[in-house]
């Protein structure tokens, strides 16, 4: 059983280095680097300063200053799926799916 101390301390959100193995299945460059300027808040920041929530299949990143979805992954058989905040979602074939 999880004590209310314990659970306190477990972080709610892991650091945007998370989507690089997911990315780098669709781009030759490790774009965790890469640098990105929140739509919302402005923001300029690597999306590897990204909170990222959730577990595979499917990741949400966010931004880390006014919590704005800027990522939305999710890895289906064959398939990546990516939506980037507002602009839409984009599906990439993986070997042959």
């Given at each position: 059983m999880t004590s209310a101390a314990t659970t306190a301390h477990q972080p709610t959100h892991r650091d945007g280095n998370v989507l690089a193995g997911l990315l780098s299945e669709v781009f030759d460059v490790d774009l965790t680097g890469a640098l990105r300027r929140c739509p919302h808040c402005g923001?300029?920041?690597?999306?590897?300063?990204?909170?990222?929530?959730g577990r595979l299949p499917g990741l949400v990143a966010r931004c880390p200053a006014c919590s704005a979805i800027a990522l939305r992954v999710a890895r289906h058989p064959g398939a990546l799926w990516?939506?980037?905040?507002?602009?839409?979602?984009?599906?990439?074939?993986?070997?042959g799916g």
């Open positions: 923001l300029l920041g690597a999306l590897a300063q990204l909170h990222v929530y990516l939506e980037f905040g507002g602009t839409g979602a984009v599906r990439i074939p993986l070997d």
